[in-house]
């Protein structure tokens, strides 16, 4: 009886692995990119140096993705293809920019020149130009400048009401946190359902929460896109 029952277990894995092997021959990748700072001068005072990727850098990065056959497109875009897709040929790439830092201002402007879609993951309390976290000297794009971004070519999703690690907090307090960013992100026009959790941290209570309020979450976990409908995989460039 026992035999049998591993018997049956190592038959399926055999079968999930081919399946998952042929997953990987039908659909190209997605790929979903995180970045924070992209701009001209890193500034130490208010950011860090991980986060930073000097813009010119950036452009070129992206200019050589597209000679490469790669064509950008919004995150909510590429979920429907991840939904949907039996097949995909082509290479496709999302760009998602976290935190909501005032360095966004420099630029959002170039990748709406190049029709080159963007999310913007956003924490709401922190929109009235305060610093609340570790470094007093951050810089965040104001409610006036979140409001301002109107155009086809952005997505605005959540970050939490502030940046707390999911796992280090009770799922109450992470319900509250969603809710009250929510609240406020869903009067901008182009807000798109979807929770980017902080540091990638995420628990099972933190998943059920967002699944009951029909909110896809992005993780941070170094993984390309294929066919998973209940995550969005994210990787730095
Ligand atoms: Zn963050």
């Not at 919004?74 to 360095?103: P, Q």
């Not at 979140?146 to 070519?153: E, I, K």
Request: aromatic share 12%; hydrophobic share 40%.
């Amino acid at each position: 009886m026992l035999l049998n029952i591993k018997i049956c277990f190592k038959f399926k894995g055999v079968l999930y692995n081919i399946q998952r092997k042929w997953i990987k021959i039908l659909l190209q990748p997605i790929r979903v990119y995180c970045f924070h700072h992209v701009c001209a001068e890193f500034d130490s005072e208010s950011m860090n140096a991980c986060d930073w990727m000097q813009i010119d850098e950036f452009k070129q990065k992206v200019q050589k993705m597209q000679q490469d056959g790669v064509k950008f497109i919004s995150l909510t875009e590429a979920y429907n293809k991840i939904t949907n897709d039996k097949f995909r040929n082509h290479k496709y790439a999302v760009l998602t920019f976290d935190d909501g830092y005032a360095s966004l201002n420099e630029i959002l402007p170039w990748l709406e020149e190049q029709n080159i879609p963007a999310t913007l993951f956003i924490n709401g309390k922190y929109l009235d130009g305060k610093s609340y976290r570790k470094n007093p000297n951050e810089k965040y794009l104001t409610r006036e400048e979140l409001f301002a971004l109107t155009s086809p070519f952005v997505e605005i999703g959540s970050h939490g009401w502030e940046h707390l690690d999911a796992s280090k907090i009770s799922a109450d307090e992470f319900k509250i946190i969603i809710e009250q960013n929510i609240k406020l992100l869903q009067t901008h026009p182009r807000y798109v359902p979807f929770h980017a959790y902080t540091w990638g941290k995420c628990t099972k209570g933190s998943n059920r929460i967002l699944s009951e309020m029909k909110i896809i979450p992005v993780l941070m976990d170094g993984m390309k896109n294929y066919d998973d409908k209940l995550f969005i995989h994210r990787e730095l460039l």
